[in-house]
């Protein structure tokens, strides 16, 4: 058995992680498979059903596989590095064009989410090889009704209006930028 530094193995998971995210394989990163997540702790909800959206295709909770390697299958994130969706008032704003723009172009550079500071990036879904429509508004309808959150559904004709709204917008979105969204009413 080979033994590897801490630093090694952390960069290893990263690799695997990212891979991961972008549909890549495992045998991409050398072999390894990415560190399977720990059971969600004593007394965190598990993840209630997603609302049925307009459009078929892929669930909201198939489709959180690609998030659920930095935020985790339980919603908790990561400490330190990759924020939590549970309770997140980033993921359950009142107004839904938060959330949606966040997964449309990404997010980079610190933000705080439940008090706590994250400095990492967020990759763009919705360019390059983007999801449809109809599979962000499955994940985020997803997100925002599991692990106790409560928020409303989104619709993709939402995320179409958004899409449209905000396609002049190049490279990943800032905190700053979206912070007027998160005490905007509803839309």
């Not at 959206?53 to 908790?76: D, E, I, K, N, Y």
């Not at 559904?153 to 998160?182: F, I």
């Amino acid at each position: 058995m080979r033994h590897h530094s801490r630093r090694t193995t952390a960069a290893l998971s990263l690799v695997c992680a990212a891979l991961a995210a972008c549909g890549g394989s495992k045998e991409a990163a050398g072999g390894q498979a990415a560190a399977q997540p720990a059971s969600a702790p004593a007394g965190a909800a598990a993840p209630a059903p997603a609302a049925a959206t307009a459009a078929a295709g892929p669930s909201g909770q198939q489709v959180f596989q690609r998030c659920a390697v930095c935020h985790q299958p339980t919603g908790l994130g990561i400490a330190g590095s990759f924020p939590p969706l549970a309770g997140s008032e980033w993921a359950t704003a009142a107004n839904a064009a938060l959330p949606i723009r966040v997964l449309l172009h990404g997010l980079q550079g610190p933000v705080t989410v439940k008090g706590q500071r994250f400095a990492n990036a967020m990759p763009a879904f919705g360019t390059g090889q983007p999801l449809s429509d109809a599979e962000v508004a499955a994940v985020l309808t997803y997100v925002r009704s599991a692990w106790g959150n409560g928020a409303s559904a989104v619709t993709p004709d939402q995320v179409a209006a958004e899409r449209t709204a905000t396609a002049s917008h190049t490279g990943m979105w800032t905190a700053a930028e979206l912070a007027p969204l998160l005490k905007a009413p509803a839309r």
